[in-house]
Nanobody
Framework: QVQLVESGGGLVQAGGSLRLSCAASASIFDPNVRAWYRQASGKQRELVAT???????NYADSVKGRFTIARGSALNPVNLQMNSLKPEDTAVYYC?????????WGQGTQVTVSS
């Protein structure tokens, strides 16, 4: 079973930037969609951004223009550049990779934005 591990989270002031990475323990066969989700304390997990194999991207309205999702290498399948961070972006961020047969999740990385 492939394991995903996020990194790059931390504490940042409002207006700052962070770059999240997602490392895979092995190559994922034929990934279709790569995504980032987040879950704030006391709230449901929500979709932040997705990117397909042809490079098509989709963003939550709350992060459009500030976050950029990108595909990486086979062992670093997806990254998330987060700029102009706001306190409401505070959450645990999870990477997600879906293939035709499987779906993989990381354990999450905490992002805290102070005002």
């Amino acid at each position: 079973q492939v394991q995903l591990v996020e990194s790059g989270g931390g504490l940042v002031q409002a207006g700052g930037s962070l770059r999240l990475s997602c490392a895979a323990s092995a190559s994922i066969f034929d990934p279709n969609v790569r995504a980032w989700y987040r879950q704030a304390s006391g709230k449901q997990r929500e979709l932040v951004a997705t990117i397909t194999n042809d490079g098509s991207t989709n963003y939550a309205d709350s992060v459009k223009g500030r976050f950029t999702i990108a595909r990486g290498s086979a062992l670093n399948p997806v990254n998330l550049q987060m700029n102009s961070l706001k306190p409401e972006d505070t959450a645990v961020y999870y990477c997600n990779v879906r293939s035709f047969l499987n779906e993989y999740w990381g354990q999450g990385t905490q992002v805290t934005v102070s005002s």
